[in-house]
Protein backbone atom coordinates (compact mmCIF):
# COMPACT_ATOMS: atom_id res chain seq x y z
CA UNK A 1 0.00 0.00 0.00
CA UNK A 2 1.37 3.47 -1.00
CA UNK A 3 2.40 5.70 2.12
CA UNK A 4 0.29 8.58 0.00
CA UNK A 5 -2.54 6.46 0.85
CA UNK A 6 -3.26 8.20 4.25
CA UNK A 7 -6.22 10.24 4.06
CA UNK A 8 -4.17 12.63 6.41
CA UNK A 9 -2.20 13.71 3.47
CA UNK A 10 -5.05 15.33 2.78
CA UNK A 11 -5.22 18.64 5.17
CA UNK A 12 -8.72 19.92 4.31
CA UNK A 13 -11.52 19.74 1.70
CA UNK A 14 -13.91 22.26 0.31
CA UNK A 15 -17.05 21.51 -1.77
CA UNK A 16 -18.83 23.70 -3.98
CA UNK A 17 -22.17 21.37 -4.94
CA UNK A 18 -25.00 22.39 -7.41
CA UNK A 19 -27.01 18.87 -7.68
CA UNK A 20 -28.87 20.20 -10.74
CA UNK A 21 -26.53 18.46 -13.29
CA UNK A 22 -24.76 15.67 -10.67
CA UNK A 23 -25.59 12.22 -11.44
CA UNK A 24 -24.27 8.50 -10.14
CA UNK A 25 -23.37 8.38 -14.54
CA UNK A 26 -20.81 11.50 -13.67
CA UNK A 27 -17.55 11.31 -14.94
CA UNK A 28 -14.79 11.92 -11.80
CA UNK A 29 -12.46 14.29 -13.30
CA UNK A 30 -9.22 15.30 -11.18
CA UNK A 31 -6.60 17.68 -11.39
CA UNK A 32 -3.24 17.51 -9.16
CA UNK A 33 -2.06 21.42 -9.46
CA UNK A 34 0.38 23.99 -7.34
CA UNK A 35 -0.64 26.91 -7.18
CA UNK A 36 1.00 28.00 -10.07
CA UNK A 37 -1.87 26.47 -12.19
CA UNK A 38 -4.61 27.38 -10.43
CA UNK A 39 -5.97 29.82 -12.86
CA UNK A 40 -5.28 27.58 -15.84
CA UNK A 41 -7.48 24.70 -13.74
CA UNK A 42 -10.37 26.95 -13.33
CA UNK A 43 -10.34 27.83 -17.30
CA UNK A 44 -9.68 24.03 -17.92
CA UNK A 45 -12.49 23.06 -16.08
CA UNK A 46 -14.98 25.97 -17.38
CA UNK A 47 -14.12 24.77 -21.23
CA UNK A 48 -15.15 21.18 -19.97
CA UNK A 49 -18.63 22.33 -19.41
CA UNK A 50 -18.88 24.57 -21.89
CA UNK A 51 -18.23 21.85 -24.29
CA UNK A 52 -20.19 19.51 -22.55
CA UNK A 53 -23.59 20.87 -21.60
CA UNK A 54 -25.19 17.85 -22.04
CA UNK A 55 -22.96 15.64 -19.55
CA UNK A 56 -22.71 15.74 -15.98
CA UNK A 57 -19.02 15.36 -13.95
CA UNK A 58 -17.50 15.59 -10.91
CA UNK A 59 -14.50 17.60 -10.72
CA UNK A 60 -11.62 17.13 -7.84
CA UNK A 61 -8.87 19.32 -7.73
CA UNK A 62 -5.82 18.74 -5.69
CA UNK A 63 -3.58 21.52 -4.69
CA UNK A 64 -0.63 22.47 -2.07
CA UNK A 65 -2.02 26.39 -1.98
CA UNK A 66 -5.42 27.90 -2.57
CA UNK A 67 -6.37 31.83 -1.87
CA UNK A 68 -9.36 33.34 -0.77
CA UNK A 69 -10.17 35.00 -4.43
CA UNK A 70 -10.05 31.76 -6.16
CA UNK A 71 -12.02 29.54 -3.73
CA UNK A 72 -15.00 31.98 -4.27
CA UNK A 73 -14.27 31.53 -7.90
CA UNK A 74 -14.55 27.85 -7.69
CA UNK A 75 -17.39 28.37 -6.19
CA UNK A 76 -19.29 30.65 -8.65
CA UNK A 77 -17.69 28.00 -11.34
CA UNK A 78 -19.96 25.03 -9.97
CA UNK A 79 -22.89 27.61 -9.48
CA UNK A 80 -22.44 28.64 -12.42
CA UNK A 81 -22.65 25.66 -14.47
CA UNK A 82 -25.03 23.43 -11.94
CA UNK A 83 -21.96 21.22 -11.00
CA UNK A 84 -19.42 19.84 -8.41
CA UNK A 85 -15.90 20.68 -7.37
CA UNK A 86 -14.38 19.25 -4.77
CA UNK A 87 -10.63 21.42 -3.48
CA UNK A 88 -8.35 18.46 -2.00
CA UNK A 89 -5.58 20.60 0.17
CA UNK A 90 -2.32 18.73 0.47
CA UNK A 91 0.36 18.00 3.05
CA UNK A 92 3.42 17.90 0.63
CA UNK A 93 6.12 16.90 3.05
CA UNK A 94 5.99 12.96 2.21
CA UNK A 95 6.61 14.36 -1.75
CA UNK A 96 9.65 16.75 -1.62
CA UNK A 97 11.90 14.06 -0.79
CA UNK A 98 11.42 12.79 -4.50
CA UNK A 99 12.93 13.84 -7.69
CA UNK A 100 12.04 17.10 -9.04
CA UNK A 101 12.84 19.60 -11.91
CA UNK A 102 12.21 23.80 -12.40
CA UNK A 103 9.69 22.60 -14.68
CA UNK A 104 8.11 19.69 -12.66
CA UNK A 105 7.22 20.42 -9.16
CA UNK A 106 6.42 17.77 -6.51
CA UNK A 107 3.04 18.28 -7.43
CA UNK A 108 3.22 15.98 -10.39
CA UNK A 109 3.10 13.50 -8.14
CA UNK A 110 -0.14 14.53 -6.92
CA UNK A 111 -1.66 12.01 -9.39
CA UNK A 112 -0.73 8.94 -6.99
CA UNK A 113 -2.42 10.56 -4.20
CA UNK A 114 -5.43 11.13 -6.33
CA UNK A 115 -5.60 7.26 -7.59
CA UNK A 116 -5.33 6.26 -3.80
CA UNK A 117 -7.41 8.28 -2.38
CA UNK A 118 -10.20 7.22 -4.70
CA UNK A 119 -9.91 3.24 -4.11
CA UNK A 120 -13.53 2.12 -2.80
CA UNK A 121 -14.80 5.79 -3.33
CA UNK A 122 -15.20 5.45 -7.25
CA UNK A 123 -14.43 2.83 -10.04
CA UNK A 124 -13.24 5.26 -13.09
CA UNK A 125 -11.25 8.62 -12.59
CA UNK A 126 -9.90 11.01 -15.79
CA UNK A 127 -7.11 12.65 -14.53
CA UNK A 128 -5.87 15.66 -16.24
CA UNK A 129 -2.95 18.22 -16.36
CA UNK A 130 -4.45 21.74 -15.97
CA UNK A 131 -2.89 23.30 -18.80
CA UNK A 132 -5.49 21.82 -20.96
CA UNK A 133 -8.52 23.24 -23.02
CA UNK A 134 -11.42 21.10 -24.09
CA UNK A 135 -13.08 21.50 -27.13
CA UNK A 136 -15.14 18.88 -28.21
CA UNK A 137 -17.68 15.76 -26.27
CA UNK A 138 -16.24 13.43 -23.17
CA UNK A 139 -19.58 11.39 -23.99
CA UNK A 140 -17.22 7.98 -25.31
CA UNK A 141 -14.76 8.45 -22.51
CA UNK A 142 -18.07 8.74 -19.94
CA UNK A 143 -19.43 5.19 -21.57
CA UNK A 144 -15.50 3.83 -21.75
CA UNK A 145 -15.45 0.65 -20.33
CA UNK A 146 -12.00 -1.55 -19.23
CA UNK A 147 -11.14 -4.55 -20.47
CA UNK A 148 -9.66 -7.01 -18.06
CA UNK A 149 -6.75 -6.48 -17.02
CA UNK A 150 -6.24 -2.74 -18.26
CA UNK A 151 -4.59 -0.36 -15.89
CA UNK A 152 -5.74 2.91 -18.11
CA UNK A 153 -6.37 4.33 -21.13
CA UNK A 154 -3.83 7.06 -22.88
CA UNK A 155 -2.69 8.54 -25.35
CA UNK A 156 0.97 7.66 -27.49
CA UNK A 157 3.38 10.42 -27.15
CA UNK A 158 5.52 11.25 -30.41
CA UNK A 159 6.29 7.92 -32.65
CA UNK A 160 8.52 4.97 -33.09
CA UNK A 161 11.52 7.09 -32.92
CA UNK A 162 11.09 8.27 -28.94
CA UNK A 163 9.27 4.99 -28.51
CA UNK A 164 12.72 2.89 -29.33
CA UNK A 165 14.55 6.01 -27.21
CA UNK A 166 12.94 5.32 -24.18
CA UNK A 167 12.83 1.67 -24.66
CA UNK A 168 16.17 1.24 -24.31
CA UNK A 169 17.19 4.22 -21.66
CA UNK A 170 14.13 2.80 -18.89
CA UNK A 171 15.57 -1.02 -19.80
CA UNK A 172 11.85 -2.26 -20.78
CA UNK A 173 11.79 -3.04 -24.55
CA UNK A 174 8.13 -3.54 -24.75
CA UNK A 175 8.14 0.41 -24.79
CA UNK A 176 8.78 0.15 -28.11
CA UNK A 177 5.04 -0.55 -28.94
CA UNK A 178 4.15 2.51 -27.10
CA UNK A 179 5.23 5.36 -24.71
CA UNK A 180 2.42 7.54 -23.52
CA UNK A 181 1.96 10.94 -22.59
CA UNK A 182 0.49 11.12 -18.78
CA UNK A 183 -1.03 14.56 -18.93
CA UNK A 184 -4.18 12.36 -19.63
CA UNK A 185 -4.60 9.41 -18.01
CA UNK A 186 -8.09 7.71 -17.83
CA UNK A 187 -7.84 5.43 -14.55
CA UNK A 188 -9.26 2.09 -13.65
CA UNK A 189 -9.03 2.90 -9.83
CA UNK A 190 -9.57 -0.96 -8.53
CA UNK A 191 -6.65 -2.46 -11.10
CA UNK A 192 -4.57 0.51 -10.48
CA UNK A 193 -4.88 -0.55 -6.81
CA UNK A 194 -4.19 -4.39 -7.36
CA UNK A 195 -1.22 -3.91 -8.82
CA UNK A 196 -0.12 -1.31 -6.25
CA UNK A 197 1.00 1.03 -8.78
CA UNK A 198 1.54 4.16 -6.71
CA UNK A 199 3.55 2.67 -4.03
CA UNK A 200 6.09 0.85 -6.64
CA UNK A 201 5.94 4.17 -8.27
CA UNK A 202 7.26 5.71 -5.05
CA UNK A 203 9.87 3.20 -4.65
CA UNK A 204 11.36 3.34 -7.55
CA UNK A 205 12.01 7.16 -8.06
CA UNK A 206 14.20 6.36 -4.84
CA UNK A 207 16.36 4.17 -6.10
CA UNK A 208 19.11 6.00 -7.55
CA UNK A 209 20.18 3.59 -10.09
CA UNK A 210 16.61 4.23 -11.91
CA UNK A 211 16.78 7.81 -11.36
CA UNK A 212 19.75 8.24 -13.27
CA UNK A 213 17.38 6.62 -16.36
CA UNK A 214 14.44 8.98 -15.59
CA UNK A 215 13.90 12.30 -17.58
CA UNK A 216 10.32 12.43 -17.33
CA UNK A 217 9.39 11.67 -13.91
CA UNK A 218 6.67 10.26 -12.61
CA UNK A 219 5.54 9.75 -16.40
CA UNK A 220 8.67 7.67 -17.61
CA UNK A 221 8.26 5.56 -14.32
CA UNK A 222 3.96 4.76 -15.25
CA UNK A 223 5.30 3.86 -18.94
CA UNK A 224 7.10 1.50 -17.35
CA UNK A 225 4.83 0.31 -14.24
CA UNK A 226 1.67 0.34 -16.56
CA UNK A 227 3.63 -1.94 -20.28
CA UNK A 228 0.99 -3.43 -21.71
CA UNK A 229 -2.10 -2.64 -19.19
CA UNK A 230 -2.33 0.68 -21.00
CA UNK A 231 -4.99 1.06 -24.41
CA UNK A 232 -3.81 3.68 -26.62
CA UNK A 233 -6.12 5.72 -27.41
CA UNK A 234 -7.01 8.15 -30.41
CA UNK A 235 -5.06 11.69 -30.23
CA UNK A 236 -7.79 13.43 -30.04
CA UNK A 237 -8.05 13.35 -26.22
CA UNK A 238 -4.54 14.40 -25.69
CA UNK A 239 -3.73 16.94 -28.63
CA UNK A 240 -0.25 18.55 -27.44
CA UNK A 241 0.63 21.95 -28.72
CA UNK A 242 3.85 23.94 -27.51
CA UNK A 243 2.85 27.63 -27.84
CA UNK A 244 6.29 28.33 -28.44
CA UNK A 245 6.80 26.37 -32.08
CA UNK A 246 4.91 28.93 -32.76
CA UNK A 247 8.39 30.77 -33.28
CA UNK A 248 9.11 28.51 -35.86
CA UNK A 249 8.47 28.35 -39.09
CA UNK A 250 6.68 25.77 -40.86
CA UNK A 251 5.58 23.73 -37.89
CA UNK A 252 2.05 22.03 -38.35
CA UNK A 253 -0.82 22.34 -35.85
CA UNK A 254 -2.37 19.20 -34.72
CA UNK A 255 -5.26 20.47 -33.44
CA UNK A 256 -8.41 20.58 -35.44
CA UNK A 257 -11.98 19.88 -35.61
CA UNK A 258 -11.75 16.25 -33.94
CA UNK A 259 -9.58 17.42 -31.38
CA UNK A 260 -11.12 17.34 -27.82
CA UNK A 261 -8.72 18.34 -25.52
CA UNK A 262 -5.24 20.81 -26.82
CA UNK A 263 -2.78 20.18 -24.25
CA UNK A 264 0.27 23.23 -24.09
CA UNK A 265 2.97 21.33 -23.30
CA UNK A 266 6.19 23.72 -22.87
CA UNK A 267 6.95 26.72 -20.85
CA UNK A 268 4.43 29.62 -22.74
CA UNK A 269 1.10 28.47 -21.29
CA UNK A 270 -2.24 30.04 -22.56
CA UNK A 271 -2.35 32.29 -19.55
CA UNK A 272 0.32 34.17 -20.27
CA UNK A 273 -0.35 37.44 -22.26
CA UNK A 274 2.60 36.75 -24.63
CA UNK A 275 0.67 33.33 -25.79
CA UNK A 276 -1.91 35.41 -28.33
CA UNK A 277 -2.65 33.01 -30.80
CA UNK A 278 -5.56 31.02 -32.71
CA UNK A 279 -4.15 27.89 -30.87
CA UNK A 280 -4.64 29.69 -27.21
CA UNK A 281 -8.52 30.70 -28.68
CA UNK A 282 -10.02 28.00 -26.68
CA UNK A 283 -8.74 28.58 -23.51
CA UNK A 284 -9.17 32.51 -24.23
CA UNK A 285 -13.35 31.47 -24.81
CA UNK A 286 -13.62 29.26 -21.83
CA UNK A 287 -11.86 31.67 -19.67
CA UNK A 288 -14.44 34.41 -20.87
CA UNK A 289 -17.16 32.17 -19.69
CA UNK A 290 -15.82 31.45 -16.20
CA UNK A 291 -15.68 33.39 -13.00
CA UNK A 292 -11.95 33.94 -14.00
CA UNK A 293 -13.04 36.42 -17.12
CA UNK A 294 -11.25 39.86 -15.25
CA UNK A 295 -8.75 37.71 -14.22
CA UNK A 296 -5.85 39.42 -15.91
CA UNK A 297 -3.32 37.41 -18.50
CA UNK A 298 -0.12 36.91 -16.32
CA UNK A 299 2.96 39.14 -16.96
CA UNK A 300 6.79 37.79 -17.62
CA UNK A 301 7.94 37.89 -13.95
CA UNK A 302 11.29 35.43 -14.64
CA UNK A 303 14.54 35.82 -16.78
CA UNK A 304 13.15 32.93 -18.73
CA UNK A 305 9.59 34.53 -19.45
CA UNK A 306 10.95 37.47 -20.87
CA UNK A 307 12.83 35.90 -23.07
CA UNK A 308 10.12 34.24 -24.27
CA UNK A 309 7.47 37.10 -24.24
CA UNK A 310 10.33 39.11 -26.21
CA UNK A 311 10.55 36.40 -28.94
CA UNK A 312 6.62 36.37 -29.49
CA UNK A 313 6.20 39.89 -29.19
CA UNK A 314 8.56 39.95 -32.34
CA UNK A 315 6.81 37.45 -33.69
CA UNK A 316 3.23 38.78 -33.45
CA UNK A 317 4.68 42.33 -34.61
CA UNK A 318 4.54 44.35 -31.44
CA UNK A 319 7.94 45.34 -31.79
CA UNK A 320 8.17 48.07 -29.12
CA UNK A 321 6.81 45.13 -26.61
CA UNK A 322 9.40 43.22 -27.61
CA UNK A 323 12.41 45.45 -26.70
CA UNK A 324 11.10 46.33 -23.34
CA UNK A 325 11.11 42.17 -22.58
CA UNK A 326 14.21 41.90 -23.97
CA UNK A 327 15.17 44.76 -21.55
CA UNK A 328 13.97 43.34 -18.80
CA UNK A 329 15.32 40.17 -19.49
CA UNK A 330 18.74 41.54 -20.10
CA UNK A 331 17.89 43.64 -16.33
CA UNK A 332 16.61 40.64 -14.68
CA UNK A 333 19.54 38.05 -16.14
CA UNK A 334 22.15 41.19 -14.42
CA UNK A 335 20.16 40.81 -10.90
CA UNK A 336 20.35 36.82 -11.20
CA UNK A 337 23.94 36.69 -11.71
Known amino acids: MSQLSDENVILSMFEYASQTKTSENSLNIAFGIDK ?9 IASILLS ?10 FTDSLSD ?11 QYKTSIKIYLIDCEKLKSLPSTKNWSYATYFRFVIADYFYQKIDKLLYLDADIA ?36 LSTPALRSGYFNAGFLLININEWHNHDISSKAIEMLRIPEWAEKITHLDQDVLNVLLVGKVKF ?24 DETVFIHYVGPTKPWH ?18 PWHSVALLKPTNSNQFRYCAKHKFNQKKYL ?3 RSYFNYYRAKAIKG
Open 36 to 44: NFIFGCGVA
Open 52 to 61: NKNLSFKFHV
Open 69 to 79: EDEVRFSQLAE
Open 134 to 169: CKGSLQELVDYHFSADEIAAAVTERGDEWWNNRAVR
Open 233 to 256: ISGKYNTRFSINYELKRNVINPVN
Open 273 to 290: EWAQYPVSQSFFMAKEAS
Open 321 to 323: QGL
